[in-house]
């Protein structure tokens, strides 16, 4: 005697089994690109060109996996197959992870006008010079010289940090400078920043960000002047790598002055 099971239609299992995979597939993928970044095993252009390519199926993936997931288990029910849920919860965690695999190229994407720069100073006339940070980046590809990039000079670069980041500027405080650096190393150390230099009588700060999914390393100055008992408060955020840093260091100097 055959049980109902064995009269059930086979395409619900081939169907959440082929979510489940696709989906752990292109998760496995984003995963790895970061990954092989971070041990060395490959330029992040590379981590980069696999998100892309994630990035196209990704979305697709998963959102084919939430429909299988709803169809497999509607059968089931008619079916009165008893593992409907089983397999729907399967192409669920297909769909999860094909989800995740597209949020996080997503989260690299830069907004609509962000410029092709990868140095902001709230100070673009004079901008605050790194001493203590300068030999970290001395096999970096890009220079800690402003505006010292390809297809670019000093006067291009501010104006396109003009256009593009109009709230990026000095800051001034009514409080003497000893204040507002302790508040400032504070907000360093409150962002998760490495303090590479912290000079109270040169009112200057040096410190290090690393992004959380490739491990960029961007270095930050903060240069402090007091005048007449109040504190000119100026920042400079600098990635060490790429052309573009799809608007990170003006968020960074955003989230730093936010705090103090």
Known sequence: MQTTSE??????????????FAGLLVGL?????????????WDFRLGFGMLRIVNLSALWIAVAGSIIALVVYA?????RRNNGVALGTLALVGSFAAA?????????????????????STDTQNPPQFVEVLPLRADAPNSAVYGDSPDMTPEKLAQLQKEAYP??????????????????????????????????EEGRIEATDTTFWFRFKDDIVIRMVEENGK?????????RVGISDVGKNAERLRAFFDRL
């Open 100 to 120: 995740l695999a597209y949020y996080i190229p997503e989260t690299y994407r830069p907004p609509e006008g962000t410029p092709m720069i990868h140095d902001i």
């Open 7 to 20: 009269h059930s239609p086979k395409w619900p299992k081939v169907l959440a089994l082929v979510a489940f």
């Open 231 to 239: 504190t000119k408060v100026d920042a400079r955020s600098v990635s």
């Open 75 to 79: 059968a089931s029910r008619t079916s």
């Open 167 to 200: 709230d990026i500027e000095t800051q001034v405080y009514n409080e003497p400078m000893d204040q507002v650096f302790a508040r400032a190393l504070k907000a360093a150390n409150d962002l998760g920043w490495d303090v590479v230099a912290q000079v109270p």
């Open 29 to 41: 993928v984003a995963l790895l690109a970061a990954l092989g970044v971070w041990l060395g095993l």
